[in-house]
């Protein structure tokens, strides 16, 4: 079922009530604690970070959509309206979208199709949730004919998108997102990348750039998993993902100038995100990856 976005009058009254519950809080937490003013912002940071992380809280932006799909958690062999349920955020329309609308054709819209099934699998599956070819057809207002005949293309090309058939037949495999960055790693520039995926530059460049991030601060700064997901903005199956890529291509013949870019683009947001604010606590992650 979707449900409305940030331009209803009642949403943006929810953000702004809880920006002065926020505020009252921080008072109270100042007053009553002795808290400094920015410790105060930091615990609010926090509060605000872990509430409204979830899909049913979370104001939505423009073109976002609040829909309900099978957990994720959900084995195969049980039917649709015995399985339990969660709620995720999706994106029906991104700014790359909109640009692609210029001078459209056949073909261009299929490419257009293609990505958007991926963007929308993807984004259900990091919040625990798997679509089925029946809500992406829902959604996308196409046929399931069409649906299925997308994804087939994808999978030719190497890409699997993670629908609820596909991941509990034959479990997880290559998302396009971990397909950008490793075909980065392996030395390639986000141009090519784009074309060999079949995706725009812009999102290609907005996942390594993610990538980037996450990576640097879990093997210079000793963020687990949760804690560098919460700083770049990112799931924690994303932040995973990315830690699983650097494991895998620690050998990579471009690992030193890969690692020279995670380190200018990791240590500029770092500083531009505020030392303190983004310090991490003592962890135990599994952040092994080290230049040999």
């Known amino acids: 079922m979707v449900k409305g976005n940030t331009s209803s009058l009642t949403a943006q009254e929810q953000r702004m009530a809880f920006k002065r519950r926020s505020q009252q809080v921080k008072t109270e937490v100042v007053q009553g604690t002795r808290m400094s003013p920015w410790e105060a912002d930091v615990?609010?940071?926090?509060?605000?970070?872990?509430?409204?992380?979830?899909?049913?809280?979370?104001?939505?932006?423009d073109g976002q959509v609040r829909v309900t799909c099978v957990s994720a958690s959900e084995g195969p062999g049980m039917a649709l309206e015995q399985c339990r349920k969660v709620c995720v955020v999706l994106s029906?329309?991104?700014?790359?979208?909109?640009?692609?609308?210029?001078?459209?054709?056949?073909?261009?819209?299929?490419?257009?199709?293609r990505r958007r099934i991926c963007r929308l699998c993807e984004q259900a599956?990091?919040?625990?949730?798997?679509?089925?070819?029946e809500d992406l057809a829902k959604y996308l207002m196409c046929s399931v004919r069409t649906i299925r005949r997308a994804i087939d293309a994808l999978e030719k090309d190497g890409i699997a998108v993670p629908t609820r058939g596909q991941q509990q037949d034959i479990g997880p495999t290559v998302s396009h997102r971990a397909l950008a960055v490793a075909k980065w790693l392996e030395g390639k520039e986000p141009v090519e990348i784009a074309r060999a995926i079949k995706h725009s530059v812009r999102a290609v460049e907005r996942y390594i750039e993610s990538f980037k991030r996450v990576a640097w601060l879990c093997l210079n700064k000793q963020f687990n998993v949760f804690q560098a997901a919460l700083a770049v903005g990112v799931s924690t199956a994303l932040a995973n993902l990315c830690l699983d890529l650097c494991n895998e291509y620690r050998n990579s013949p471009f690992l030193e100038q890969r690692m020279a870019e995670i380190e200018t683009v990791g240590s500029a947001f770092y500083l531009a995100e505020g030392e303190k604010k983004l310090s991490p606590r003592p962890n135990t992650s599994k952040n092994a990856w080290r230049t040999p």
């Open 43 to 61: 615990l609010i940071e926090l509060l605000e970070e872990h509430f409204l992380s979830d899909p049913q809280l979370k104001p939505l932006k």
């Open 92 to 113: 029906l329309f991104e700014e790359d979208d909109e640009k692609d609308l210029q001078g459209l054709d056949e073909s261009r819209m299929e490419q257009i199709r």
């Open 125 to 133: 599956r990091e919040q625990g949730g798997l679509l089925t070819q």
